[in-house]
């Protein structure tokens, strides 16, 4: 079972792009799906899930200024069994490696612990 990330590129700031998760293993709507990210030399943490329910929450970097809320939207489409991540007004600081994940049971979390299934993700570089 696994993921199969794609959407990443180089974007300047300002820019938008969509990371998009599909896989063919398993059906994505009985799974919490979430993206995370990871950056140069620092830990994996998660920006944005829906659960199973259809709940959809974001997560900020603890301590950021510059937050996710209304500038990420994340999505699932169960026809395609697949799941999008929107980024607009994009920063340097939003680059690094974006994962996506699935856990069950289907509640979000930001922790990276519950997920089971994981991507090898797609890379966003933020740069003029």
């Known amino acids: 079972l696994n993921f199969v990330e794609s959407g990443g590129g180089l974007v300047q700031p300002g820019g938008s792009l969509t990371l998009s998760c599909t896989t063919d293993g398993f059906l994505l709507e009985y799974y919490a799906l979430g993206w995370f990210r990871q950056a140069p030399g620092a830990a994996i943490e998660g920006v944005a899930c829906v659960s199973s329910a259809g709940k959809i929450s974001y997560y900020d970097r603890l301590g950021s200024t510059s937050s996710v809320k209304g500038r990420f939207t994340i999505s699932r489409d169960t026809d395609e069994n697949t799941a999008y991540l929107q980024i607009s007004d994009l920063r340097p600081e939003d680059a690094g490696e974006y994962l996506c994940?699935?856990?069950?049971?289907?509640?979000?979390?930001?922790?990276?612990?519950?997920?089971?299934?994981w991507g090898e993700g797609t890379q966003v570089t933020v740069s003029s």
């Open positions: 994940a699935a856990a069950i049971p289907g509640e979000c979390t930001a922790s990276p612990d519950v997920y089971t299934i």
